[in-house]
């Protein structure tokens, strides 16, 4: 058994996620070895040139705002963090580490040495701070959290503190737009310009000319609302520099657009990267699904999760902005110093999710929260979609949801990421999902990530979510966390007891 940190541990009676109120709570693609292909803030590549010939006094905040307000999209961190010049004075502050008892089928020493490993990447400097939870049948197996919050005084994870979980929100957009798939107000095969005649007269984009001016057609046919879930639509995200699409999706500051409707307007005038229904493609489309939601139900997409998930299910401090009153508890985001390595804190606008800083709310990107409210989330997913009594979806739903959509022979990640096919990665609706047995996962898993480096999945066969925190930008993060995780969590399980 591998030893524990050299942190406080504390140890207390095991307690059932309940109706009690939580005030604590990829691109991430689901391969956890992957550098987090999430897109890039809005001119990144631009804001990092300046940012390293100017200081940030002579560049001026006031510029800088312009260039990345509204919390978009955050991988422009990993340039970003590249840009500080100094390492902030190390902190002393001691970190905190709090796990729940196990009971079976979990025995207490695999979730010790789940804890433990979880610790290390505190204690040998990958991340700042972390924070993890293990639940089946509503259970908490384990809740855990160790390191600090914020740098400036280093105050601790706590329970209520709460994360930018970027990528993380696409799940929930999903699950929102299946609630109003459930009540007939779309089709999986409507397309897209049903709801969006924006959408009449997309094009495809076919390469180059000779001259180097775009090659454009018709495309064949308009996306379904099934290829928005499953990113097989063919929409861009300005995720690839050099990429026609991605750089006018930069080019036209798309994620900088004041509203929902103007980036539907915006996104309009892009060519398709690629035919509907080909192959997948990490994109725009669960933002898309963001702006139906809105146009079905009538209401901002803020309000309508509030009403219909975030409020169901007891998820009190997940919204697209973190309130005064609670921004104490708001975790820094840090990135590795240039020269050093060493994680330092990134005071960016842009990371910053103040109300009058946020551009639309994103479906894709755009949502904060605690790891409380996202276990309550992952967990009615585990358990069919409801939770303490309370139904968000119908067990088919759910399912229907982690059911691969791809096109025979196309797996996540042949775009720009470094996915083994034989890794068994498929997708389904807003979820990556474990088509095979594989080292750490089980089949039917489905799970995703966000830029900042959190991480979930979801095994709905034993009933068990896990959800993993950190705030962590940069090529360099050893993302091997999520794996290992999940690896520690089956090891950690005693079969023979059952479930």
Request: a negative charge; one cysteine or more.
């Amino acid at each position: 058994m591998p030893s524990k940190p050299s942190a406080s541990w504390m140890r207390i009676s095991p307690v059932r996620m309940g109706r009690r109120r939580f005030v604590s709570v990829i691109d991430p693609v689901w391969q956890p070895e992957h550098r987090d292909s999430t897109p890039f803030l809005p001119n990144w590549r631009a804001a990092a040139s300046y940012l390293r010939e100017k200081t940030w006094e002579k560049a001026g905040m006031r510029h800088f705002k312009r260039q990345m307000a509204g919390g978009i999209l955050a991988l422009g961190g990993l340039a970003l963090a590249a840009c500080v010049s100094a390492p902030a004075a190390p902190q002393t502050a001691a970190p905190v580490a709090v796990a729940v008892a196990p009971q079976p089928p979990f025995s207490p020493e695999g979730i010790a040495a789940l804890e433990a490993k979880m610790a290390s990447y505190v204690d040998e400097g990958t991340v700042k701070g972390i924070a993890t939870r293990l639940v089946q049948n509503g259970e908490i197996i384990s809740d855990f959290r160790h390191g600090i919050r914020r740098e400036a005084d280093g105050a601790p994870v706590e329970e209520d503190t709460i994360w930018r979980i970027y990528s993380m929100s696409k799940p929930v957009t999903g699950v929102g737009l299946m609630i109003l798939w459930e009540e007939g107000k779309f089709q999986m095969d409507d397309p897209v310009t049903k709801y969006f005649p924006e959408f009449e007269g997309l094009q495809v984009f076919k390469g180059l000319d000779a001259d180097g001016n775009p090659i454009l057609a018709p495309v064949s046919r308009p996306p379904t609302v099934q290829e928005l879930m499953s990113h097989t639509a063919g929409f861009g995200y300005g995720l690839a520099p050099g990429n026609y699409v991605d750089d006018k999706f930069r080019e036209l500051e798309v994620f900088q657009s004041p509203d929902a409707d103007e980036m539907i307007r915006r996104v309009a005038t892009i060519p398709l990267k690629h035919e509907p229904g080909v192959t997948w493609d990490y994109s725009i489309s669960v933002d898309i699904q963001g702006a139906l939601i809105e146009r079905l139900s009538g209401q901002s997409l803020g309000e309508f999760l509030e009403a219909r998930v975030f409020a169901p299910l007891g998820m009190v401090d997940t919204a697209f902005f973190v309130p005064d009153e609670k921004y104490d508890r708001f975790s820094d985001v840090w990135g590795p110093n240039q020269e050093t390595g060493e994680l330092v804190p990134l005071p960016m606008p842009g990371f910053q999710y103040r109300k009058d800083t946020i551009a639309f709310e994103g479906g894709g990107h755009g949502l904060v929260g605690t790891l409380g409210d996202y276990a309550r989330f992952t967990d009615m997913l585990a358990q069919g979609g409801t939770l303490d009594g309370v139904q968000v979806l119908k067990p088919e739903t759910v399912a229907l949801m982690a059911t691969n959509f791809l096109p025979e022979g196309v797996f996540i990640g042949h775009n720009g990421t470094t996915t083994d096919p034989n890794a068994g990665g498929g997708f389904g609706l807003d979820f990556a999902v474990i088509l095979k047995d594989g080292e750490a996962y089980p089949k039917g898993a489905f799970m995703w990530g966000g830029a900042a480096g959190t991480w979930f999945w979801v095994d709905p066969v034993n009933k068990i979510s896990f959800v993993g925190m950190i705030q962590v930008f940069g090529g360099s993060l050893d993302r091997s966390m999520r794996t290992e995780s999940a690896k520690l969590v089956y090891g950690a399980m005693d079969t023979s007891q059952g479930n």
